[in-house]
């Protein structure tokens, strides 16, 4: 599944809410089809970079561009050729859905609201065609066998083990064939192993000429990164606050940035 994938740049980029920074001062330079990763703690802006350089969170400071879209302007234009996934809050899996289920209705939705006039008035057979391809194309590039699933197809989403729902989401994103994936958490809750296996799934991806935005809390070697960990002499000194688990201070991430700022 070759794809056109897009440069990205920034310049001091930042998105300011009622409650403070999201994140601030992101420089960045990406060449089309490169593995970009967004590196930093929970809670520090991850995601909501991740929705601002995929035209889903308007920035207000600085200036992206994506595909020869200007940011924070072009907001519909880059919402066309890029997909996030696995994004708390935003592209949430349901548990109750199977596999088939949510396939299904990706591209049923894909279809509807994705292609052209023109793919919509074809014969029935040749869309039921179409689709069938499309998921069969993503799954594969997913790297998700539905054969080799508890239930194939008939697996619900309750059932699958973490990196097999990652590899859903992603699968799903790919279906409207995205010339920009962007992927939150990618290593959270992984084994070694598990995040190995991640990365060079994201890295095949880029191999197709997709660019991959990926949030991460270590990057590796080979990626472009952008942190969004605050610098240690800058940070200010703050009481010692309870723990909170890392997935549901994501989640709280997004729901807050979503609600300060607006989605696009």
Known sequence: ?????????????????????????????????????????????RTSLLLALTGRMKATEGSATVGGARLPKQLAAVRRFSAPAHVAGVTDLDPALTVGEHLRERALLQRRFGDSVRALVRPRAERTAEAGLRIDTALAAAGL??????????????????????????????????????????????????????????????ATGTTVLAVCSEAPGDAVTVSTRPEAAEAPETPEVPEVPEDEQNRKETGDALTETGRA
Request: charged share 30%; glycine share 12%.
């Open 1 to 45: 599944m070759a794809v056109d994938g897009v440069d990205v740049t920034a310049q001091g980029f930042g998105l300011k809410g009622p409650r403070g920074w999201a994140f601030r001062g992101i420089d960045l330079t990406a060449e089309p089809g490169a593995l970009i990763a967004v590196e930093g703690p929970s809670g520090s802006g």
């Open 145 to 206: 066998d539905r054969e080799a699933l508890p239930k194939g197809a008939r697996t619900a989403v309750r059932d699958l083990e973490r990196l097999e729902a990652l590899r859903l989401s992603i699968a799903l994103a790919l279906i409207g064939r995205p010339r920009l994936l962007a992927v939150d958490d990618l290593d959270l809750k992984l084994s070694d192993a598990e995040r190995a296996e991640a990365w060079a799934l994201l890295r095949s991806l880029t």
